[in-house]
């Protein structure tokens, strides 16, 4: 029988909304707050905004973040309650999630890396619909892609722009990337690809002085790139805490089926 973690040492973390911030007076008067550093759980409270960024600031620190919703979109965060938080988190089943690794290579062949959790997107910088080539695993699999974009979205993120832009949901723990167009023009039918969570997928910007591209990680953007190189970056592995029966992967799999 496993034996439940303690998290006794919490670090609280919450958005500047008045609703997370009457909650992070109410959880520190309770439970104290310790430094990021030194804790043994980070508990966000806020939105799915809150949760990305702090994924993103505890990337490398191997910590388990835990959220409570106190924001507007909460689809990986859990309900809020201040009642028996230590007993909460013991009981909490992990998710581990690994990020996008996205090497951009500008017009001055300046080469930008950012990680993503959600989603690697390529977007149109202005009225012309963006030519972009696709590669994977160093094959062309696509000469021509007309559309306002392409995304390479995570299990994790396979829920959000994905989601919006007609991509698949994909169980959390399935081995798989999304690869799902946006707005295609031609051709008109590609309605995108599943690919193995191992492959290197390489987009090349076609016509780029003419038809510049921006290339977005979560939230760090580079502009007027002309090649977009994207691989999962399994150095880095992250965990979420959810509360039993409302793990990631029932929230996925509830999502599927419209409810």
């Known amino acids: 029988m ?4 303690r998290y006794d040492r919490i670090a609280f973390v919450a958005s500047a909304g008045a609703e997370a911030q009457q909650a992070l ?15 043994d759980v980070v508990v966000a409270l806020g939105g799915d905004g809150l949760m990305l960024q702090t994924l993103h600031r505890q990337m490398r620190s191997g910590k388990p973040i835990y959220g409570m919703h106190r924001g507007t979109v909460g689809f990986l965060m859990n309900e809020f309650s ?16 690994h990020p996008l690794l996205m090497r951009a290579t500008d017009v001055h062949g300046a080469t930008h890396l950012h990680h993503a959790i959600n989603e690697v997107a ?3 910088q202005t009225y012309q619909a963006a030519r972009l080539r696709i590669l994977i695993d160093e094959r062309e699999r696509m000469a021509e892609l007309i ?30 990337l999304a690869l799902t167009p946006i707005s295609a023009f031609r051709p008109r039918r590609w309605r995108g ?7 290197f997928v390489v987009i090349e910007v076609l016509e780029g ?10 939230h760090d953007e580079v502009r007027d790139v002309r090649r977009v190189e994207v691989l999962s970056d399994k150095t880095i592995s992250m965990h979420m805490l959810f509360d039993p029966g409302h793990s990631l992967e029932e929230r996925i799999l509830s999502e599927q089926f419209g409810y």
């Open 25 to 39: 007076t109410q959880l520190v008067g309770l439970y104290g707050n310790h430094d990021p550093a030194d804790a």
């Open 193 to 199: 690809a599943l690919l193995p969570n191992t492959a």
């Open 2 to 5: 496993t034996t439940p973690k």
């Open 209 to 218: 002085d003419k038809r510049p591209v921006a290339a977005v990680a979560d």
């Open 122 to 124: 390529l977007f149109r």
């Open 147 to 176: 559309a306002d974009g392409i995304l390479v979205a995570t299990p994790a993120g396979s829920t959000a722009y994905n989601l919006s832009a007609q991509g698949p949901i994909l169980p959390i723990n399935a081995a798989l």
């Open 82 to 97: 201040a009642l028996d938080l230590h007993s909460r988190l013991a009981a909490a089943r992990e998710s581990a999630i």
